[in-house]
């Protein structure tokens, strides 16, 4: 980062005002257990830890399929080290390939050669021949001893980790109630509910009277939201040209684990525990030292990369040989798919965004996406491939009759080699040539992308037929073939990269931690992006004027704040959110109800839905939500003239389905809805209400929670198209003067309209347990 942080002062702590324990108790104590619960779990010192666990375990469907992959990711080790080895030291491949004749053993007890068929055992050395080649190699043995020490290394961790979620999978027993058969039956919405519920009559966190959505996010992703931030200000990942390949954007696996390493948990990190920046950081006046500090740790672990790089590259090719080859070979098409990248993951992601709901979002763009970027064709390479195409399928053609007519034609040397080439070869310039009877509107398929990825950069509106459009998507959507291809490289790039580009940024990401980090009493240090706090980190070209202090460089990129809150309102609706965030909620369905009123009705846009979703795509709508995002998303095409020409129509026709949304009476709960609700929205209901069965009756028997999340997704699909849509009108007009201090609104007054009750989002609750929600009535009351 270019701008200075001189001005910038010290780190500081954020205050809750529902604590008042002292902080320095929190290394100590994190979980209190009762009398009752000691046959239960065993008391947790690091809550990190323990949510995360929890969390863990529920995704990964309980302790069974957790043991068996683990024990499954041993013997995968094992399998491959000793079959490379029994490769490399145990066959013979000249006989194998009938290089040299086989002597077999006559009546006579005489040997004789044989040119005819090679079986496998003559191929195959006896035991004591292989175990002399073994001990004659002495790199074979310090790879094997480099081998064994890992492996028993990962057992240790392997069976540290099963104990732990034994007594995980104990607490979900005795205190959650969740059966371990009906751990897949039960959404994480209500394994959370039931540990904030846990929390008021167990008192878990000795430091937290009150356990809330936001406090469990904060532990499971501390360090994840870290990386997102860092992604948002541009601090990662690395940036270079390349000749012929322009920008690259580099950002592996390996290349992460690294900078994890670096900053949170490893020797030397920023963290001295699993919770607290360590406290010189924490102060500004020690930040150059500190640069040169981390500079020095970051040239070390790229020379600790650099004398493993060549172990860790021969794993990787072993690894990459054994995964793709056979994928490679049945679907030779397979490496031409596209997947989302690492780098994708970490700019398109929320803040306090749990994985399970990245990887949901991220799969329902993954249809659109393809369609986009398959959308480009090169005339020059279509051409190539058609020609390319004839003349490899041509020779095949022949290859295959001689076949059929006469099998002994596979005998002959490599031709079952040209016929697997060949076929490759027609496969792959296939793939080159467009589908002649398809046309695809650039725009309507980037917006479509939008509506399921949420964040755009502000130049493609309007550029998406543009080829540098395409090659930035790229970067976040990549070819399968290219992520293989970075994965193998990254052992050789790693270390340059930590040595050099990233060392050059060692101040700007010592700023960043002291800058973005605040202490929360009862949760510890964290990024200060992941409070989602609108006053001190909103954009004002995102519906943030005049409820923000932020300046430049302490505003998130992309309308991040304001995505990620609405974001975490929708999927968790029990949610109270900071008085100065509810205010811009409210703000936020006021201007949902204010274009709503200009907008076509609800009735008129769904009733469009089956004409616009096939306008979209190749598919009939199979759920309602589809049918929701459609009908917005094609209204501009199917608008009149005069509707077509008002600016924002896009969003006004998103502003009306979200109206109906927001207050619609899907059975959400299963207590009537309060008295004295308006009656406005009734109708509007009546229309979604009665569209949900044929939905779900289309698809199959889906359950409750899953239809109420792909309603919370459609919600907050229209909510990123409707931002985005305002976001560009605000850039089109002229900059606001800026607010004066006096227009911000006071704690106490932000907190008086934040219980006004018609100004809270949307969002879809899981059915909860009658018990639960008569206490949380009166807890209310």
């Given at each position: 980062?270019?701008?200075?942080?001189?001005?910038?002062g010290?780190?500081?702590r954020?205050?809750?005002?529902?604590?008042?324990?002292?902080?320095?108790?929190?290394?100590?104590?994190?979980?209190?257990?009762?009398?009752?619960?000691?046959?239960?779990?065993?008391?947790?010192?690091?809550?990190?830890?323990?949510f995360?666990?929890?969390?863990?375990?529920?995704q990964?469907?309980?302790?069974?399929?957790?043991?068996?992959?683990?024990?499954?990711?041993?013997?995968?080790?094992?399998?491959?080290?000793?079959?490379?080895?029994?490769?490399?030291?145990?066959?013979?491949?000249?006989?194998?390939f009938a290089?040299?004749?086989?002597?077999?053993?006559?009546?006579?007890?005489?040997?004789?050669?044989?040119?005819?068929k090679?079986?496998?055992?003559?191929?195959i050395?006896?035991?004591?021949?292989?175990?002399?080649?073994?001990?004659?190699?002495?790199w074979?043995?310090?790879?094997?001893?480099?081998?064994?020490?890992?492996?028993?290394?990962?057992?240790a961790?392997?069976?540290?980790?099963?104990?732990?979620?034994?007594?995980?999978?104990?607490?979900?027993?005795?205190?959650?109630?969740?059966?371990?058969?009906?751990?897949?039956n039960?959404?994480?919405?209500?394994?959370?509910?039931?540990?904030?519920?846990?929390?008021?009559?167990?008192?878990?966190?000795?430091?937290?009277?009150?356990?809330?959505?936001?406090?469990?996010?904060?532990?499971?992703?501390?360090?994840?939201?870290?990386?997102?931030?860092?992604?948002?200000?541009?601090?990662?990942?690395?940036?270079?040209?390349?000749?012929?390949?322009?920008?690259?954007?580099?950002?592996?696996?390996?290349?992460?684990?690294?900078?994890?390493?670096?900053?949170?948990?490893?020797?030397?990190?920023?963290?001295?525990?699993?919770?607290?920046?360590?406290?010189?950081?924490?102060?500004?006046?020690?930040?150059?030292?500190?640069?040169?500090?981390?500079?020095?740790?970051?040239?070390?672990?790229?020379?600790?990369?650099?004398?493993?790089?060549?172990?860790?590259?021969?794993?990787?090719?072993?690894?990459?040989?054994?995964?793709?080859?056979?994928?490679?070979?049945?679907?030779?098409?397979?490496?031409?798919?596209r997947?989302?990248?690492?780098?994708?993951?970490?700019?398109?992601?929320h803040?306090?965004?749990?994985?399970?709901?990245?990887?949901?979002?991220?799969?329902?763009?993954?249809?659109?996406?393809?369609?986009?970027?398959?959308?480009?064709?090169?005339?020059l390479?279509?051409?190539?491939?058609?020609?390319?195409?004839?003349?490899?399928?041509?020779?095949?053609?022949?290859?295959?009759?001689?076949?059929?007519y006469d099998?002994?034609?596979?005998?002959?040397?490599?031709?079952?080699?040209?016929?697997?080439?060949?076929?490759?070869?027609?496969t792959?310039?296939?793939?080159?040539?467009?589908?002649?009877?398809?046309?695809?509107?650039p725009?309507?398929?980037?917006?479509?992308?939008?509506?399921?990825?949420?964040?755009?950069?502000?130049?493609?509106?309007?550029?998406?037929?543009k080829?540098?459009?395409?090659?930035?998507?790229?970067?976040?959507?990549?070819?399968?073939?290219?992520?293989?291809?970075?994965?193998?490289?990254?052992?050789?790039?790693?270390?340059?990269?930590?040595?050099?580009?990233?060392?050059?940024?060692?101040?700007?990401?010592?700023?960043?931690?002291?800058?973005?980090?605040?202490e929360?009493?009862?949760?510890?240090?964290?990024?200060?992006?992941?409070?989602?706090?609108?006053?001190?980190?909103?954009?004002?070209?995102?519906?943030s004027?005049?409820?923000?202090?932020?300046?430049?460089?302490?505003?998130?990129?992309?309308?991040?704040t304001?995505?990620?809150?609405?974001?975490?309102?929708?999927?968790?609706?029990?949610?109270?959110?900071?008085?100065?965030?509810?205010?811009?909620?409210?703000?936020l369905?006021?201007?949902v109800?204010?274009?709503?009123?200009?907008?076509?009705?609800?009735?008129?846009?769904?009733?469009?839905a089956?004409?616009?979703?096939?306008?979209?795509?190749?598919?009939?709508?199979s759920?309602?939500?589809?049918?929701?995002?459609?009908?917005?998303?094609?209204?501009?095409?199917?608008?009149?003239?005069?509707?077509?020409?008002?600016?924002?129509?896009?969003?006004?026709?998103?502003?009306?389905?979200?109206?109906?949304?927001?207050?619609?009476?899907?059975?959400?709960?299963?207590?009537?809805?309060?008295l004295?609700?308006?009656?406005?929205?009734r109708?509007?209901?009546t229309?979604?209400?009665?569209?949900?069965?044929?939905?779900?009756?289309?698809?199959?028997?889906?359950?409750?929670?899953v239809?109420?999340?792909?309603?919370?997704?459609?919600?907050?699909?229209?909510?990123?198209?409707?931002?985005?849509e305002?976001?560009?009108?605000?850039?089109?007009?002229?900059?606001?003067?800026?607010?004066?201090?006096?227009?911000?609104?006071?704690?106490?007054?932000?907190?008086?309209?934040?219980?006004?009750?018609?100004?809270?989002?949307?969002?879809?609750?899981?059915?909860?347990?009658?018990?639960?929600?008569?206490q949380?009535?009166?807890?209310?009351?």
């Amino acid at each position: 980062m270019a701008v200075s942080q001189e001005h910038y002062g010290d780190y500081h702590r954020l205050p809750d005002y529902a604590e008042d324990s002292p902080p320095e108790e929190e290394e100590q104590l994190l979980v209190h257990v009762t009398e009752g619960l000691k046959d239960s779990w065993h008391h947790i010192k690091n809550l990190d830890n323990f949510f995360t666990k929890i969390y863990h375990f529920h995704q990964k469907n309980g302790f069974a399929c957790m043991m068996l992959s683990d024990i499954f990711e041993l013997v995968q080790f094992l399998f491959v080290v000793t079959f490379t080895t029994f490769l490399f030291c145990c066959v013979e491949y000249d006989v194998l390939f009938a290089n040299r004749p086989v002597n077999h053993t006559q009546p006579g007890g005489s040997l004789a050669p044989d040119r005819g068929k090679v079986t496998l055992p003559d191929a195959i050395l006896p035991t004591p021949q292989c175990a002399e080649r073994i001990r004659a190699s002495g790199w074979i043995i310090f790879l094997l001893v480099m081998a064994a020490t890992f492996w028993l290394y990962r057992l240790a961790k392997v069976l540290c980790s099963l104990l732990g979620y034994w007594e995980i999978r104990a607490f979900y027993t005795k205190a959650l109630k969740i059966p371990s058969d009906e751990l897949c039956n039960r959404s994480w919405q209500e394994v959370q509910a039931r540990l904030i519920s846990l929390q008021r009559e167990q008192q878990m966190c000795v430091h937290k009277r009150e356990l809330t959505e936001l406090d469990i996010h904060h532990r499971i992703l501390r360090f994840k939201n870290y990386l997102v931030a860092m992604v948002n200000k541009s601090l990662l990942p690395v940036r270079f040209r390349l000749p012929l390949l322009g920008e690259v954007v580099f950002l592996t696996q390996g290349l992460k684990y690294n900078l994890e390493l670096l900053f949170f948990w490893g020797p030397g990190s920023l963290f001295q525990s699993k919770w607290n920046l360590q406290p010189q950081y924490k102060r500004l006046g020690a930040r150059l030292l500190l640069a040169r500090r981390l500079g020095r740790s970051m040239v070390l672990l790229g020379l600790a990369n650099l004398l493993l790089c060549p172990f860790i590259l021969v794993w990787q090719v072993l690894y990459a040989f054994f995964s793709y080859t056979e994928v490679l070979k049945r679907e030779p098409g397979s490496l031409g798919a596209r997947r989302w990248s690492l780098y994708g993951r970490l700019y398109l992601r929320h803040f306090n965004e749990l994985d399970h709901e990245l990887h949901a979002r991220l799969s329902r763009g993954y249809k659109p996406a393809s369609k986009y970027m398959n959308s480009f064709t090169s005339p020059l390479l279509t051409v190539l491939a058609k020609n390319v195409g004839f003349f490899a399928g041509s020779i095949l053609a022949v290859l295959i009759a001689l076949t059929v007519y006469d099998e002994d034609v596979l005998t002959v040397q490599h031709i079952l080699t040209t016929l697997t080439l060949l076929g490759l070869v027609v496969t792959v310039a296939r793939s080159f040539i467009p589908d002649e009877h398809m046309v695809w509107c650039p725009e309507q398929l980037l917006q479509c992308v939008l509506a399921h990825i949420h964040y755009i950069p502000d130049h493609w509106p309007g550029n998406a037929h543009k080829s540098e459009t395409r090659e930035e998507m790229a970067q976040l959507f990549q070819y399968k073939a290219v992520f293989i291809l970075e994965e193998l490289l990254s052992p050789i790039v790693t270390p340059f990269l930590l040595i050099f580009a990233l060392r050059a940024k060692a101040l700007d990401i010592i700023d960043f931690f002291r800058n973005f980090s605040v202490e929360v009493v009862g949760v510890g240090d964290i990024c200060s992006f992941a409070q989602l706090d609108i006053r001190n980190h909103g954009n004002p070209q995102w519906l943030s004027q005049g409820r923000t202090e932020a300046s430049v460089y302490q505003q998130a990129e992309n309308g991040k704040t304001e995505l990620s809150l609405v974001h975490f309102a929708i999927t968790n609706p029990c949610w109270q959110p900071p008085p100065e965030s509810s205010l811009f909620i409210g703000h936020l369905k006021e201007k949902v109800q204010q274009d709503a009123a200009h907008a076509p009705p609800a009735q008129r846009l769904l009733a469009e839905a089956p004409f616009s979703t096939s306008l979209l795509s190749d598919e009939g709508p199979s759920t309602m939500p589809d049918a929701l995002l459609a009908s917005v998303l094609a209204h501009p095409i199917l608008a009149s003239q005069a509707d077509r020409q008002r600016p924002g129509s896009t969003a006004s026709a998103a502003a009306s389905i979200l109206a109906s949304l927001s207050c619609s009476q899907l059975p959400r709960r299963s207590y009537p809805p309060p008295l004295g609700e308006n009656s406005v929205y009734r109708s509007d209901s009546t229309l979604l209400g009665d569209s949900v069965a044929p939905s779900a009756s289309h698809q199959g028997p889906l359950t409750r929670s899953v239809v109420l999340s792909e309603f919370a997704s459609a919600e907050m699909s229209l909510h990123a198209i409707y931002m985005h849509e305002l976001h560009q009108q605000q850039q089109q007009q002229p900059p606001p003067p800026a607010p004066s201090p006096a227009s911000f609104r006071t704690s106490e007054q932000a907190q008086a309209d934040a219980t006004t009750p018609d100004l809270s989002l949307g969002g879809w609750e899981e059915e909860e347990d009658p018990e639960a929600q008569q206490q949380q009535e009166r807890e209310k009351c």
